[in-house]
């Protein structure tokens, strides 16, 4: 059994940085798909950016050019490096776990971005 724990939300004001960091432990995961979603108040789950186990990474139009996702293998490890965050990327953010072809079936618990002045 995987278990992923995220930390690193907060508020921040527009404009500013945030480092988002997923855990997992209970096995290697260097063989996995490794990813970030979140989800707004009153809105669906959406992914933000995905990163294969060879370190190819996706994102969504939304967030290109301001989220870097990044992972460590030997660490069992993936960031989110969010820049110049706008109030709309407010959200709990959630580390997921997936297998291609697959989906994703390991989940956080989440952790809160705020953006607000």
């Known amino acids: 059994q995987v278990q992923l724990v995220e930390s690193g939300g907060g508020l921040v004001q527009p404009g500013g940085s945030l480092r988002l960091s997923c855990a997992a432990s209970?096995?290697?995961?260097?063989?996995?798909?490794m990813g970030w979603f979140r989800q707004a108040p009153g809105k669906e789950r959406e992914l933000v950016a995905v990163?294969?186990?060879?370190?190819?990474?996706n994102y969504a139009d939304s967030v290109k050019g301001r989220f870097t996702i990044s992972r460590d293998n030997a660490k069992n490890t993936a960031d989110l490096e969010m820049n110049s965050l706008q109030p709309e990327d407010t959200a709990v953010y959630y580390c997921?776990?997936?297998?291609?072809?697959?989906?994703?079936?390991?989940w956080g618990q989440g952790t809160q971005v705020i953006v607000s002045s």
């Open positions: 997921t776990l997936g297998v291609p072809g697959l989906g994703y079936n390991y």
């Open positions: 990163i294969s186990s060879g370190g190819i990474s």
């Open positions: 209970g096995r290697s995961v260097s063989l996995n798909i």
